[in-house]
């Protein structure tokens, strides 16, 4: 099983949408959740984290994380051409230091 | 504020060859992560260097060697390489005890093993 799990898509939505992005993890002893943005041929940016249950605001973006479900997500409102890129999932699990792990990503497409 | 650093952009090597890549974290941070990350996959984590020890180790060979430098920049060694280990090898630097540990990334090393 692995640690974290993305469905790789692709994801399409037309712009003005609210793409919604989601993450499952095998380990309960997870506590950070991260998102990162990564644009073809470039490393990828921490664009949210979370750690309590419930929902994370940041500008467009929410992080909604539910840990007894194992389940954290990412909204993106009013999504622009410019958030087409792949977006990773990263937990950081008790006891393994600040060893990430990370999802496969999944790739939104922002339709104009 | 000087972000994350690496150096070389892109490399092409030869099957058992060596490679060194570098990495400066990012200003006020002392921890330093190497992930590879193959096309279409997620970064897999190497090792994380503190205090100039390796602290955290993934599943990778012996062949995956580092070390830590005083004014906390680090470096990525691969010897003898092979095909497979075509990939962007990204450097995450954090501080420990800072919030949630969260990671930034350099703008990572192409390696191309032929």
Redesign the interface.
């Known amino acids: 099983q692995k640690e ?1 799990e993305q469905n790789s898509g692709p994801l399409s939505v037309p712009e003005g949408a609210i793409a919604s992005l989601n993450c499952t993890y095998s380990d309960r002893g997870s ?2 959740f ?1 998102w ?1 943005r990564q644009y073809s041929g ?5 664009i949210m ?1 979370i ?1 309590s249950n419930g929902d994370k605001e940041d500008g467009r973006f929410t992080a909604q994380l539910n840990k007894a479900s194992q389940y954290v997500s990412l909204l993106i409102r009013d999504s622009q051409p410019s958030d087409s890129a792949t977006y ?1 999932c ?1 937990v ?1 699990k008790e006891n ?10 999944t790739s939104l497409t922002v339709i104009p | 504020d000087a972000g994350v650093t690496q150096s070389p952009t892109h490399l092409i090597k030869t099957r058992g060859q060596q490679v060194t890549l570098r990495c400066s974290p990012k200003s006020g941070h002392d921890t330093v992560s190497w992930y590879q990350q193959a096309l279409g996959q997620g970064p897999q984590f190497i090792f994380q260097y503190y205090e100039e020890e390796e602290r955290q180790r993934g599943n990778f060979p012996d062949r995956f060697s580092g070390h830590q430098f005083p004014n906390y920049s680090s470096e990525l060694n691969v010897n003898a390489l092979l095909l497979g280990d075509s990939a962007l090898y990204l450097c995450a630097s954090s501080h420990v005890g800072g919030g949630q540990n969260e990671q930034y990334f350099g703008p990572g090393t192409r390696l191309t093993v032929t």
Request: proline share 4%; no cysteine.
């Open positions: 974290v506590q950070s991260f990162y470039k490393s990828p940016e921490l984290f750690y990773l990263a950081n393994t230091g600040n060893q990430f792990y990370f999802g496969t990503g």
